[in-house]
């Protein structure tokens, strides 16, 4: 089994930033990749960001430019810089990773959330 824990999220102003980190623990052979996605009240869940473990990126258009997802493969854990951010990027913040278990099997995991609140 394995488990992704989020942190840093929180309430911040317009304009402001927030550094959120993700942390994957467990039966883990290999990260394959590992990456974030959001979803605000009364709407579907979007993706936000993604990288792989040898570090190439890719963005959702609505962040590019604001935000960077960057990774630790030593530490399995993921970042997501969010800087310039908007009202609209309220919502609560899912991690998620494409992990190769110990048992060689892949599997795609999430974790719990993080709520990300962008005052006007």
């Known amino acids: 089994q394995v488990q992704l824990v989020e942190s840093g999220g929180g309430l911040v102003q317009a304009g402001g930033s927030l550094r959120l980190s993700c942390a994957a623990s467990g039966s883990i052979f290999r990260i394959n990749a590992m990456g974030w996605s959001r979803q605000a009240p009364g709407k579907q869940r979007e993706y936000v960001a ?50 190769v278990s110990t048992a060689r099997s892949a599997t795609g995991y999430w974790g719990q959330g993080t709520q990300v609140t962008v005052s006007s």
Not at 70 to 81: F, I, P, R, W
């Open 50 to 99: 993604r990288i792989t473990s040898g570090g190439s990126t890719n963005y959702a258009d609505s962040v590019k430019g604001r935000f960077t997802i960057s990774g630790d493969n030593a530490k399995n854990t993921v970042y997501l810089l969010m800087n310039s951010l908007k009202p609209e990027d309220t919502a609560v913040y899912y991690c998620n990773a494409e992990v």
